[in-house]
Structure formats: structure tokens, C-alpha cells
């Protein structure tokens, strides 16, 4: 299908601040108009999107989709196809599957897979060091050329400050951006915040330390290197300081947060349910509170689901023996809009967390609603409740924490360079 209309929804674009009921006119993959009043054109289908809100497509700055190396938990085909069904077109991959992404060979796999799903585009990131060990440069220059937007640590921290350096302004010579974790790994050995919460579970803790000792050492090095650096995953109040004194110096300094670190706290773990053992561990109200309110002041830009599908025997047994990470695509969306409902941060600021600002931070061509753009978009139905449950998430893992919450929001139709690519409903 190549000529398209969304009718008399309403268009919500972060990029630019529009808000108005219209129509969306698309054509070979593209935005050819929109707006209360659009020009001469002839669908060939019309989607009736009245009562609705249309969206550019959330893109989801951190997803583990466990292919290559990890098919017992997920797979591209399936968490792409998850992500489509909650107005995800966009999934960015981390460069830590077996084999790495350090190689364009491992990309064209992970492209290759993507494309025979047909759901959302899968956008991997390149290792900032050859198998991520932290020794030795990976290939930029091949990576960038078979696809990678940026590079990454995938989670696993450079530990020499010179092969950091080395490796940001090699990166920097690409226009690369990259994203770092901030952590220093020999003091995060736990699995829940330091605190009286850990020591009454008896379980080890982490402490916030392990984000801001990461943070000092990696801080300097990013501003000597002169790169653009992206800082994933914060989750404490100290971290979110030094950012924001570092940003005032170096504005082009970012980060972004787990959704699930703005709702939920240690104390959610006191029955020892696993599904609350994430990295970075849940911490203090206090803490949340006040990544909430950097959220709202703008010292944080992004928000990613930090989706990591298990297997139900990796989250079974002892707390501190199981695996750490929580399944997110699948609320994503609901919870972006109960943030707003909750007054944390208002609707447009919020969608842009999930598409204009990744965007920018990656170069990609999505993220708004605008003549030209590629139309991955998302037709939503705000108000629609649904019951989490391991049977209403598509997603393979069914390890979120959120089971049990009721949530609004759904995504009806969802298009991915202007092809439907998820339904949930009859045209209306």
C-alpha cells in the first residue's frame, strides 16, 4: 500500500509542538502532508482515526533482543513484532549478543533478521572495543558503514581511562555518538540499592557509589575527548547531580532512564519476587523522586524500557542467583502516558523522550510527524485500559514488573516507513 490517510486523529508532533486534529497524508513511505486542511490527495485506504492520538513511532533506546547468542529467551522476530503491537518501530540494539556487534558481518545478520520480520526496525549499536573486553578499538569506520548510529559499552564499562579516551575520539573522527554506562563494576557486586531495605532482605547490595564512581571517572574523559556522549540508565539522585553540574559546562552531555526506575523503588522487592532484580538495582523513593524531577527539568532526555527478556527458569530460585533485567516493550507506551497523567512531565516532553530526542542523539530520519519524514507512526488509543499479564504481553519474556498494574493506552494501527506493520482493530 502506498498512499495512505490517517483522518481527523490527533496529530501530536514533540519535534516541533504541534497539536491539532487533522489528517496524515502518506505516500511511498514518506509524510507528504498533514494538518487540518492538507492538499489534493487520493488514498488508496483511509484509516479512521477520530478520537485517536497519531504519534511518530516510539524508538526504544535500549533493548536486548537476546539473537544472536540468547534464542532460549527471545528472538529479533519476536520482541520486533512485540515492539510493533506497542507503537515501537524503532528497537536500538546493544552491541553485547554472542557473537559482539564488532564486526559489519554481525550487523548484516542482525539487519538480515530484522527485515524478514517485517515488524520494527531493529538499529544495532556498534562495540566501543573489540568483543567488548575493553583492550582494543573496534572497526568505526566499518561499523558506521554497515549501519551503527553510534557505539556503545554495552553495558560492560571500558576500565582503562586511555582506551576510553582513545576510543571516544576515535569515534568522535565518525561522528559517532557514544553510549557509555555508568557504573564502576567492582563495587556493584549486589543485586538491590544499599541500604536498610538490603540488610533487612539479607541480600547484597549496591551502592550508589557504583553510579557515581563510574560517572567521575568516565566525565573527565568524555570532556577532554570533545565527543558526544550519552550516559544510559541512571538511577540515583547523586548521579543525576553530577550530570547536571557537568552539563552546565558541557551542554552536549545526555542520559537517559529505565522507565521502570520512575515507578518503582527497592521497597518493591521486600517479598524477594525477582521480577524486581534489575541493573542498576530499584533504589530509594527519594531516589526516584528525584529522577522524576530531572526528567521534568529536562537533565535527562530519554527514556528506554531497558527490555531484557528471560526465560522463566532465569528468574527462578534465590533473589541475589537470578537473573538481573526486566521485559519492558510491551509498557512502554502506557507508562510514558501515566507519567503524564501523573504530572510528572507534560505530554509533548514526554513523547519526545521516546522519539524526537533518541532520534537526534542517533541521526535517525523518525522521530516526528512532518512533510518528508518517513512515516513510522503510531495510532493510539489513549484511554483504552488493559490488565499486565503474562498473557496480554507479546513479548517472549514475561518477566515484567509491572504484572498486575492496570494501564491506559494502546496501540491500534502502527506503520513502519508507511507499511502497516501492526493491527489491532478493523479499519473503524
Not at 539473537?67 to 512485540?82: F, Q, V, Y
Amino acid at each position: 500500500m502506498s498512499r495512505l490517510l490517517i483522518s481527523q486523529g490527533r496529530i501530536l508532533d514533540p519535534a516541533s509542538g504541534y497539536d491539532e486534529i487533522g489528517d496524515v497524508a502518506i505516500a511511498d513511505g514518506r509524510i507528504v502532508d498533514l494538518g487540518s486542511s492538507i492538499g489534493d490527495f487520493s488514498p488508496e485506504r483511509t484509516i479512521d482515526a477520530k478520537g485517536l492520538w497519531v504519534i511518530p513511532g516510539l524508538i526504544d533506546l535500549s533493548a536486548r533482543l537476546r539473537e544472536p547468542g540468547a534464542t532460549r529467551k527471545a528472538d529479533i522476530a519476536s520482541e520486533a513484532r512485540a515492539a510493533a503491537a506497542a507503537g515501537i518501530t524503532t528497537l536500538v540494539m546493544p552491541p553485547d549478543t554472542q557473537p559482539v556487534i564488532d564486526m559489519a558481518s554481525v550487523v548484516d545478520l542482525i539487519q538480515h533478521r530484522a527485515e524478514g520480520a517485517n515488524a520494527a526496525r531493529v538499529v544495532p549499536l556498534g562495540a566501543l572495543t573489540q568483543g567488548l573486553l575493553g583492550e582494543h578499538l573496534a572497526g568505526a569506520a566499518a561499523l558506521a558503514a554497515a549501519g551503527c548510529p553510534a557505539l556503545s559499552d554495552g553495558g560492560q564499562p571500558v576500565q582503562d581511562t586511555l582506551v576510553l579516551r582513545r576510543a571516544l575520539e576515535y569515534a568522535k573522527t565518525f561522528g559517532l555518538p557514544c553510549l557509555l554506562t555508568p557504573l564502576d563494576t567492582h563495587l556493584a557486586q549486589g543485586c538491590l540499592n544499599e541500604g536498610a531495605t538490603a540488610t533487612r532482605l539479607g541480600l547484597p547490595g549496591v551502592p550508589v557509589a557504583a553510579e557515581t564512581a563510574g560517572l567521575g571517572r568516565q566525565l573527565p574523559v568524555a570532556e577532554v575527548s570533545g565527543a558526544r556522549v550519552h550516559f544510559g540508565r541512571l538511577s540515583s539522585e547523586a548521579g543525576v547531580r553530577l550530570l547536571d553540574q557537568a552539563k552546565q559546562h558541557h551542554p552536549e552531555l545526555s542520559a537517559d532512564v529505565a522507565i521502570h526506575q520512575l515507578f518503582l523503588t527497592e521497597q518493591d522487592a521486600v517479598g524477594y519476587d525477582t521480577r524486581f532484580h534489575v541493573q542498576p538495582p530499584l533504589r530509594s523513593i527519594f531516589d526516584r523522586q528525584a529522577l522524576r524531577q530531572a526528567l521534568k527539568a529536562g537533565t535527562i532526555g530519554i527514556i528506554c524500557s531497558d527490555h531484557q527478556p528471560h526465560e522463566p527458569d532465569a528468574k527462578e530460585g534465590p533473589f541475589a542467583n537470578t537473573a538481573a533485567g526486566a521485559s519492558g516493550l510491551d509498557t512502554l507506551l502506557s507508562l510514558i502516558l501515566r507519567l503524564v497523567e501523573e504530572e510528572v512531565i507534560d505530554l509533548l516532553p514526554a513523547l519526545a523522550t521516546v522519539t524526537s530526542k533518541p532520534a537526534e542523539l542517533l541521526g535517525l530520519e523518525s522521530g516526528r510527524l512532518a512533510a518528508g519524514a518517513v512515516a513510522d507512526i503510531a495510532v493510539i488509543d489513549p484511554h483504552q485500559p488493559w490488565w499486565c499479564t503474562p498473557k496480554a504481553l507479546k513479548s517472549r519474556g514475561k518477566n515484567s514488573p509491572f504484572l498486575g498494574w492496570e494501564l491506559n493506552g494502546r496501540a491500534l494501527w502502527t506503520f513502519v516507513g508507511g507499511r502497516p506493520v501492526h493491527t489491532a482493530s478493523a479499519d473503524r
